[in-house]
């Protein structure tokens, strides 16, 4: 008998997993860290062959070791770069059958539109949002000679609420995520291709605390409404792209699916 099991992102304790994956290849952009490489460990437990792009070579070398599978380094933005990513996925393993389209920014020039600028602003719509068009064009080829696929989309909480504490072209970009993936779930759903847009709420990851740590009062703004009382752990984020790669959610389709801790659902928040 085999015990399945997986670390957390930070490394310990192990946790029993299901093997929903086995022989099917997952692309995920952004997998140096964060929500990517906790996506990464916990596909890879559940027996996927992971491939893992990422413009920081040495985190995405790391990740790849760490999950014994692929490492790309991508350019998100670039259209050739994401071309090869998911070539390289197909030609290692022969399918592209799950496509995390996760990479992206939140730079601190990004605030209030008031004193954003146009560079920051195209910056982080190239990032968040071009990269997420281009990954979907790559993969669909794929998934559609196969008559299978699912592609899970990095969104946001903030793609269905406004928030007071505005970071603008980062909010702006997850809406046209969360769009882009309900449209392309719906004109592909009958050769048998899902897209969903992922919409986590705060996750404790280094770009939440990198931009938490230079406005605290921003942080501690965010947390009191959360109904949780707490950030998410890349884990549990993890957890849910396993499940809408899995055919579990098989059912699941053009949706925002919400890990927030109840923050969209909060109109008080408890004491």
């Known amino acids: 008998m085999t015990d399945d099991t997986a670390t957390t992102s930070g490394g310990s304790p192990r946790t029993p997993v299901c093997r929903r994956l086995v022989g099917r290849t997952a692309v995920i952009t952004g997998a140096g860290s964060g929500i990517g490489l906790a996506t990464a460990r916990r596909l890879a437990a559940e027996g996927a062959h992971v491939v893992c792009g990422d413009i920081d070579e040495r985190a995405g070398k790391a990740a790849a070791e760490a999950v014994g599978g692929t490492f790309v380094r991508v350019d998100v933005t670039d259209q050739e770069q994401v071309e090869a990513l998911f070539k390289t996925a197909f030609d290692t393993y022969g399918s592209v059958d799950i496509a995390f389209n996760n990479a992206g920014i939140s730079p601190p020039d990004d605030d209030s539109i008031l004193t954003t600028g146009l560079d920051a602003w195209r910056r982080v719509q190239e990032v968040n949002l071009t990269s997420v068009y281009l990954c979907c064009k790559a993969a669909l080829p794929y998934m559609q000679r196969q008559g299978r696929g699912s592609i899970i989309n990095t ?117």
């Open 155 to 271: 969104a946001s909480f903030v793609a269905v609420m406004g928030a007071a504490t505005s970071q603008i072209s980062y909010t702006a970009s997850k809406g046209g995520v969360l769009a882009m993936s309900r449209e392309l779930g719906v004109q592909f759903a009958r050769e048998g291709i899902r897209v969903n847009a992922l919409c986590p709420g705060p996750v404790n990851t280094p770009l939440l605390q990198e931009l938490f740590a230079k406005d605290p009062e921003r942080a501690a703004r965010r947390l009191v409404h959360i109904p949780a009382g707490r950030f998410a752990e890349a884990d549990e984020i993890a957890a849910a792209v396993a499940f809408l790669a899995s055919d579990d959610s098989s059912f699941i389709n053009a949706t925002d699916f919400l890990v927030d801790g109840g923050i969209s659902g909060a109109y008080v928040t408890p004491l």
